[in-house]
């Protein structure tokens, strides 16, 4: 089995800055990407960003240049630096993870969430 555990919601003002965290345990061979997506209210969920093995990045139109997403020495650990929130930003935030386990199946992972309020 492989999880991910997520830290580093919590409540901000606009204008302020979050750094998530998440970190992938278990029968890992080796992660392919992560990513953190987020889903609020009455919206589908939606990818924010997202890290290659081979450090790629890639960024939603509405969060470029206030978004950096980066993995851990480890490589089983990826953030999420948020800087100038919106109120629009308010979401759950959830890490994902493509892996290969060390029976070489391929698996999707999500982490249980964590909300994120964008407010005064």
């Known amino acids: 089995q492989v999880q991910l555990v997520e830290s580093g919601g919590g409540l901000v003002q606009p204008g302020g800055s979050l750094r998530l965290s998440c970190a992938a345990s278990?029968?890992?061979?080796?992660?392919?990407?992560m990513g953190w997506y987020r889903q609020a209210p009455g919206k589908e969920r939606e990818l924010v960003a997202a890290?290659?093995?081979?450090?790629?990045?890639s960024y939603a139109d509405s969060v470029k240049g206030r978004v950096t997403i980066s993995r851990g020495n480890a490589k089983n650990t990826v953030y999420l630096q948020m800087n100038s929130l919106k109120p629009e930003d308010t979401a759950v935030y959830y890490c994902?993870?493509?892996?290969?386990?060390?029976?070489?199946?391929?698996?999707?992972?999500w982490g249980q969430g964590t909300l994120v309020t964008v407010s005064s």
């Open positions: 994902n993870a493509r892996v290969h386990t060390l029976a070489m199946r391929f698996l999707e992972v």
């Open positions: 278990g029968s890992i061979f080796s992660i392919n990407a």
């Open positions: 890290i290659t093995s081979g450090d790629s990045t």
